[in-house]
Nanobody, 114 residues
């Protein structure tokens, strides 16, 4: 069983930066990919950035501003978010994929103020 927990969310002005962290607890040896998703009020959850087979991939609206990284030794992964804008306001979730199912954290709120 695996549990994920996010940290690093908060309130930030337009143009600011935040670094989200996700830590995995439990059996992590079967993880095949990790990622970050977000859900804004009234909207569907959307993929933000993922690492699969060691390759990062970003949604168009965050490419060049966000960086996803993984530290396998620490069972952790991160989302560095720069030049934030109000459209980035959402609850951010980390996820891990295994052959046995997907695992999700409870989410962390990111609010960008104008």
């Amino acid at each position: 069983q695996m549990q994920l927990t996010e940290s690093g969310g908060g309130l930030v002005p337009v143009g600011g930066s935040l670094r989200l962290s996700c830590t995995a607890f439990g059996i992590t040896s079967s993880v095949t990919g990790i990622g970050w998703y977000r859900q804004a009020p009234g909207k569907s959850r959307e993929q933000v950035a993922v690492i699969v087979d060691g390759r990062p991939n970003y949604r168009d609206s965050v490419r060049g501003r966000f960086t996803v990284s993984r530290d396998s030794a620490k069972n952790a992964w991160y989302l560095q978010m720069n030049n934030l804008n109000v459209d980035d306001t959402a609850v951010y979730y980390c996820t891990a994929w295994t052959p046995y199912g997907d695992h999700w954290g409870p989410g962390t709120q990111v609010t960008v103020t104008s």
